[in-house]
């Protein structure tokens, strides 16, 4: 082998030495991309829409047919999977009707801006990791203990914006369209009320509900981040 060839194999050695191994992440993307949901913002954003209505119109038809019911589930009321997801706080008057569009609207550009920077199938991936974590939970809690915990879906809301203030932590925010501060201040806020609400709460739900929003966030990052590749997914670089 002459030494130009010698410097090619070499070469071809390094170069197999960087190729940067995949993330658990990738290896889904390339075998279930094609399950992906496109522009997936938009219709849970219609779904909070329809939550919010039922809530000012008739909230008890929520709790009694469309809740995470672990009891009911495992009795036939397969739906509630997925429809408990149809919830949304309701204020009164036109206030409560103002601050929920606005809400509404806020995590729609906050779901489609996670989208654009992750791809569909990473925030259809993230979304659903959410909705499986807690029903399998709940359930599970159900079989072990027999007490049917009512999950609330109000902080996989906040899920979201976590983890949109860890990929984009300088965002600026305006609090009554006046005050205005960065997303990973504004989510350390939020994270310091709800572990409040998490040791002070008297709902076992509500407990459950907290920790299950925060392990979808953690558990999103640490399988994006297996592997050699270290991306603006990396949490190391929004401490």
């Known amino acids: ?135 399998v939970v709940g359930i599970l809690i159900y079989l072990f203990t027999g007490v049917s915990l009512q999950l609330n879906p109000t902080y996989m809301s906040f899920s979201i914006f976590l983890a949109y203030a860890l990929s984009l932590p300088d965002t600026m925010f305006y609090i009554y369209f006046l005050f205005p501060i960065k997303a990973k201040y504004l989510a350390g806020i939020e994270t310091a009320l709800y572990f409040f609400f998490f040791l002070t709460s008297p709902s076992m739900g509500e407990r459950v509900s907290i920790l299950l929003s925060f392990a979808n966030v953690l558990l999103f990052f640490l399988l994006q981040n297996q592997g050699n590749n270290k991306n603006i997914f990396h949490i190391n670089r929004y401490r």
């Open 1 to 135: 082998m002459g030494e130009r060839g010698k410097r090619n194999l070499l070469s071809l050695k390094a170069n197999q030495r960087k190729v940067v191994r995949m993330n658990i992440l990738d290896r889904l993307n390339r075998k279930f991309g094609r399950f992906a949901i496109p522009n997936l913002m938009q219709y849970i954003c219609v779904i909070y829409g329809i939550g919010f209505m039922i809530q000012v119109v008739a909230p008890e038809i929520y709790y009694y047919y469309m809740d995470l019911d672990p009891e009911a589930i495992l009795h036939g009321h397969i739906w509630r999977i997925f429809t408990f997801l149809f919830y949304f706080p309701a204020g009164g008057g036109f206030s409560g009707v103002f601050w929920a569009i606005i809400g509404i609207m806020v995590y729609y550009n906050i779901g489609k801006t996670l989208e654009f920077l992750w791809g569909s199938f990473r925030y259809t991936f993230f979304i659903a990791s959410g909705i499986i974590l807690y029903n």
